[in-house]
C-alpha cells in the first residue's frame, strides 16, 4: 500500500508556552481514504491539522507528500500543493442588533483567503453552510 500513500507525518511535535500540543505524533492519509480525528478539547486534533494545511510550523517531526519532504509556511503554499482544511469553528462578532450574535463573513474571508482557488464543489459546499 505504500505506493498509495500521499501524505505521511513522522513524529509531528509541537509546544505552546506551557503546553506540549503533539509529542511525536505520525499520520499519514493513503489515497481513497477519509480520515476523522476525534478526541477530548485540548487533545492536539486541530494543531496537528494546521501544521499539515501550513497554518502553523512543527517543532520536531517530517513530513512528505508523494514521498517528497515538504514544510508548508502558509496555507497558500499548501493549497499550492493540494492541501486544505475546513476550520470546524468559525469566528462570530456581536451583532449590533439585538439578540445576540451572527456569523461574521467578512472575518471568514480573512481566515479564507484562498476561497475563489478552491475547486467549486468545495466552494458551494462552505457558502451552503455559510463559511463565507
Given at each position: 500500500m505504500a505506493e498509495n500513500l500521499l501524505l505521511e507525518a513522522k513524529g509531528i511535535t509541537k509546544q505552546f508556552p506551557g503546553v506540549l500540543a503533539l509529542d511525536n505524533v505520525d499520520f499519514d492519509l493513503h489515497a481513497g481514504e477519509v480520515h476523522v480525528l476525534i478526541g477530548e478539547n485540548g487533545a492536539g486534533k486541530s494543531t496537528l491539522m494546521k501544521i499539515i494545511a501550513g497554518a502553523y510550523q512543527r517543532d520536531g517531526g517530517s513530513m512528505?507528500?508523494?514521498?517528497?519532504?515538504?514544510?508548508?509556511?502558509?496555507p497558500q503554499e499548501a493549497?499550492?500543493?493540494?492541501?486544505?482544511?475546513?476550520?470546524?469553528?468559525?469566528?462570530?462578532?456581536?451583532?449590533?442588533?439585538?439578540?445576540?450574535?451572527?456569523?461574521?463573513?467578512?472575518q471568514n474571508e480573512r481566515m479564507l483567503p484562498w476561497l475563489p482557488g478552491?475547486?467549486?464543489?468545495?466552494?458551494?459546499c462552505l457558502q451552503f453552510y455559510k463559511v463565507c
Amino acid at each position: 500500500m505504500a505506493e498509495n500513500l500521499l501524505l505521511e507525518a513522522k513524529g509531528i511535535t509541537k509546544q505552546f508556552p506551557g503546553v506540549l500540543a503533539l509529542d511525536n505524533v505520525d499520520f499519514d492519509l493513503h489515497a481513497g481514504e477519509v480520515h476523522v480525528l476525534i478526541g477530548e478539547n485540548g487533545a492536539g486534533k486541530s494543531t496537528l491539522m494546521k501544521i499539515i494545511a501550513g497554518a502553523y510550523q512543527r517543532d520536531g517531526g517530517s513530513m512528505k507528500l508523494s514521498a517528497e519532504n515538504v514544510r508548508f509556511h502558509t496555507p497558500q503554499e499548501a493549497l499550492q500543493a493540494g492541501i486544505s482544511i475546513i476550520y470546524q469553528v468559525l469566528k462570530q462578532r456581536r451583532s449590533r442588533r439585538p439578540g445576540g450574535r451572527q456569523d461574521y463573513p467578512a472575518q471568514n474571508e480573512r481566515m479564507l483567503p484562498w476561497l475563489p482557488g478552491l475547486p467549486h464543489h468545495i466552494r458551494h459546499c462552505l457558502q451552503f453552510y455559510k463559511v463565507c
